[in-house]
């Protein structure tokens, strides 16, 4: 029988790869870190390029991973060791509690209204609060909360709180459960840990956490979503109604622009025009990214946007205007200065490797790039392939990818991984 595949990371290029080596007929072990599935498609509300509905994509996809019987799935997993080779990699995994039955739970919410320990909400960006347990956001898959025991009252001087369970007419909730780990033998590995938005670092000259109108593009995809913190209320984060608005397209922070920048921000002009019709908002555009410049189709879709699209040659600054509540945007452009007024402002963001792209990078000393993603010895020939032999990286875990190509590079791993089981009788 063909040996077992392990799939790290259950964004879209991991479920992807695990459906294609399932319906090979191979067992697949797909391990995600977090307690849901999806990756950071699940954050989107609309898809580019052609706007559709992002969890209408995806739902069915999580549905089908979670449903198959090839697919072991394993949420709040950790990768603990890998040793060996291709066609014998041991790894030892680590499975965090989550402290509630996924048999008995309906997901009813019932639990975290209970509780009494609020946290910033990673998930949302930090833009809202989450309960000590909770799932990430409505709709989430599996739609079944955990327990963060760093912040649960049982686990920080308070053993006696049981709110959570009290509230659950399912008896779902289990305090005894605990950490479990086992091992696997497989013969080869998928990464597909993905990629982390540049957050933060560098954005304070662009006012970001100084002007309640400026967002990160990871805020503003979660702050248009349906499922949202304002359920998909386009305001500034102190709840005021903007009157203008902007966008500045190459990263203002670290980490460099990918075509995924111009991408999101033609989405986000389809999210303004939406929701703030009467609003035409400005576009700073770095000269060299201009239509004329780059004739690929994502920087020729800016000839026919509804904004002004303004081409900087030098990057725009950011200032805080009297009232603190809006922004002043001054360039240069090839035609003289240029200056505008927002109350809201979109920040481009960079694609980084996530933590546990540069942590599997190192784990098993796959080379990498300047930026630290995982480099392919043939890019030409297959993107996917990695300096070790039957560990090949998929998706974001090779560079900022869109999700079109991050699901081609999936089967692209799948099909090596078939073609050395063939070759190896593995
Ligand atoms: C603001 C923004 C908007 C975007 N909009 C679009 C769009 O409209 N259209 C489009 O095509 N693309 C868009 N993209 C790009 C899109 O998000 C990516 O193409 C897609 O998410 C890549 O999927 P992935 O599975 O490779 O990585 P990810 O989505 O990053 O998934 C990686 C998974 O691995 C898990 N993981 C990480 N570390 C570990 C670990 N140590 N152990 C186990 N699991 C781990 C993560 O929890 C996650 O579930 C956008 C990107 C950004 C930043
Ligand atoms: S644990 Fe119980 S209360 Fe909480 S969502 Fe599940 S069924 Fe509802
Ligand atoms: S035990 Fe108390 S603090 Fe912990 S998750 Fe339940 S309600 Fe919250």
């Not at 975290?112 to 799932?135: D, G, Q, T, Y």
């Not at 963060?148 to 399912?170: I, K, P, Q, T, Y």
């Not at 922004?327 to 490797?353: H, Q, R, W, Y």
Request: glycine content about 8%; charged content about 20%; proline content about 5%.
């Amino acid at each position: 029988m063909a040996a077992d595949v392990l799939v790290i990371g259950a964004g879209v290029t991991g479920m992807k790869a695990s459906l294609l080596l399932a319906l090979a007929g191979r067992h697949v072990h797909l391990v995600e870190n977090s307690s849901v599935i999806g990756g950071r498609l699940i954050r989107c509300e609309d898809i580019f390029p052609a706007m559709e509905c992002a969890t209408c994509m995806v739902s069915p996809m999580q549905q089908d991973v979670l449903r198959n019987d090839l697919i072991n799935v394993v949420t709040l997993g950790d990768i603990l060791s890998i040793e060996g080779s291709i066609g014998d990699f041991r790894i030892k995994i680590s499975k965090r509690a989550s402290c509630v039955d996924p048999v008995a739970c309906i997901g009813c919410a019932e639990c975290w209204n209970a509780c009494p320990v609020e946290i910033n909400n990673e998930f949302e960006e930090n833009l809202s609060k989450r309960k000590a347990i909770s799932v990430p956001c409505a709709g989430a898959l599996p739609n079944v909360p955990w327990i963060d025991r760093e912040h649960c009252l049982r686990w920080n001087g308070d053993e006696n709180c049981s709110l959570c369970a009290e509230a659950c007419v399912f008896a779902a909730v289990d305090y005894s459960e605990e950490d479990s780990q086992f091992e696997i033998t497989v013969s080869d590995i998928i990464l597909s840990t993905g990629f982390q938005p540049s957050q933060g670092e560098g954005f304070e000259k662009f006012q970001w956490g100084i002007c309640p109108g400026v967002f990160t593009a990871s805020e503003f995809e979660r702050y248009y979503s349906s499922n949202g913190p304002t359920s998909g209320e386009l305001v500034t984060k102190d709840g005021l109604k903007p009157e203008s608005a902007a966008i500045i397209v190459h990263p203002c922070g670290t980490g460099s622009y990918s075509n995924i920048n111009t991408m999101y921000s033609l989405k986000f002009l389809h999210y303004l025009n939406e929701k703030l019709p009467d609003i035409r908002p400005v576009v700073f555009l770095d000269a060299s990214y201009s239509p004329d410049a780059l004739e690929d189709r994502y920087h020729l879709s800016w000839k026919n946007v509804e904004a002004d699209v303004v081409l900087y040659t030098q990057t725009p600054e950011v200032s805080t205007v009297s009232d603190g509540k809006s922004l002043s945007i001054t360039c240069s452009t090839a035609e003289g200065n240029f200056s505008a007024k927002a109350d809201l402002l979109v920040l481009g963001t960079s694609m980084l490797p996530s933590t546990g792209t540069s942590k599997f990078i190192e784990l098993l000393g796959i080379e990498c790039s300047d930026d630290g993603f995982a480099t392919s010895p043939d890019p030409e020939l297959s993107s996917v392939m990695t300096t070790v032999p039957g560990v090949f990286a998929a998706g974001c875990t090779g560079g900022p990818l869109d999700i079109a190509s991050s699901v081609t590079e999936a089967a692209a791993a799948v099909g090596r991984v078939l073609a050395d089981a063939n070759r190896g009788g593995k």
